[in-house]
C-alpha cells in the first residue's frame, strides 16, 4: 500500500505530521477519503470526526470543528480550526 504526508494544523501548531495510508473526512459535498495519488485539490471541510490510517495500520479518530484541506504532490494539508485527538 502507498503512503503519503499528512500533516494536520490548528493554531495552536502541527498536531499531526507523518506517512498516513488514508484520511477519511467531510467536506462541504460530502464524505471524502484520500489515498495517495489523490488528484490535487482544496476544499472546506465541515466540523466531522476524521479517520487516520497511520503507515503501520494504526488507526487515530479526530474531531475537527472544520477548516481547509489541501491535497497536493507534496502532501496533504489539514488546516483545522480547532482539533482534538481521541484519547
Given amino acids: 500500500m502507498s503512503c ?3 500533516t494536520v494544523a ?7 505530521e507523518g506517512q498516513v ?3 477519511s473526512l467531510r467536506g462541504v459535498e460530502g464524505e471524502l477519503a484520500i489515498l495517495a495519488g489523490h488528484v490535487p485539490f482544496i476544499t472546506s471541510v465541515v ?3 476524521c ?3 497511520e ?7 479526530g474531531h475537527t470543528d472544520g477548516g481547509i484541506l489541501t491535497v497536493s ?5 489539514l ?5 482534538a485527538f481521541e484519547e
Fill in 55 to 61: 503507515e503501520d495500520g494504526t488507526e487515530r479518530i
Fill in 79 to 83: 488546516l483545522a480550526s480547532g482539533f
Fill in 73 to 77: 504532490a507534496e502532501g496533504t494539508v
Fill in 4 to 6: 503519503y504526508k499528512l
Fill in 21 to 23: 495510508y488514508s484520511l
Fill in 51 to 53: 479517520r487516520i490510517e
Fill in 10 to 16: 490548528s493554531p495552536d501548531g502541527n498536531l499531526f
Fill in 47 to 49: 466540523a466531522c470526526t
